[in-house]
């Protein structure tokens, strides 16, 4: 009754890292202590440019270096709207990113995704390694202020469904 799965349709890969960047962070052995104050507009950009990098994608991303809240938007966007920066790939991959501040850490978030266009809405399983290339959402060396990375892929799956739910 399993069918094999051949394609799917207008994938998406979110990312999600989060690092504290204010306060005081120990190692898991509790020997080392980290104080971390205020943004560090560089660590932002080099993480994204880890990832972007290999999607050959630049982005000059405009950073805020102040805290004007508790929770606000990294980068610096046109006033009263969300500041969102999108790309595009040599993929014909489309994405974008929206960093944020939240309390104490920061939540870094990306989104990559093919397009939905009639006629050419298939994508392969077996591309969908064009979504990592060359390992780039890998997690960075350990530290004690890293507090972890999500990884969420999604796609429409072209099966049929079946005549009686219970076989869903």
């Known amino acids: 009754m399993s069918e094999k799965i ?12 989060y690092q504290y960047h204010r306060g005081l962070v120990t190692s898991s052995d509790g020997t080392t202590a980290q104080n971390l104050g205020g943004i560090n507009p560089q660590w932002v950009r080099n993480q994204y440019d880890r ?9 000059k991303l405009k ?5 004007p809240a508790q929770d606000f938007d990294l980068l610096i966007g046109p006033d009263d709207e969300r500041a969102i ?12 990113i929206y960093p944020q501040c939240l309390h ?7 989104n990559i995704y093919q397009p939905e266009s009639r006629g050419k809405e298939e994508y392969k399983i077996k591309d969908l390694a064009q979504f990592n290339p ?22 429409y799956v072209n099966t049929t469904p079946p005549d009686d739910i219970r076989e869903l």
């Open 6 to 17: 051949a394609s799917i349709y207008a994938p998406s890969l979110y990312w999600f890292a």
């Open 85 to 96: 920066e999108v790309f595009t790939t040599s993929q014909d991959l489309e994405g974008f």
């Open 104 to 110: 104490d850490s920061y939540a870094l978030n990306l």
């Open 63 to 67: 950073i805020r270096q102040d805290e």
């Open 134 to 155: 060359e390992n780039c959402f890998k997690p960075e060396l350990e530290s004690a202020s890293i507090l972890g990375q999500t990884l969420l892929l999604s796609g």
């Open 51 to 59: 990832i972007l990098t290999n999607f050959e994608v630049e982005l």
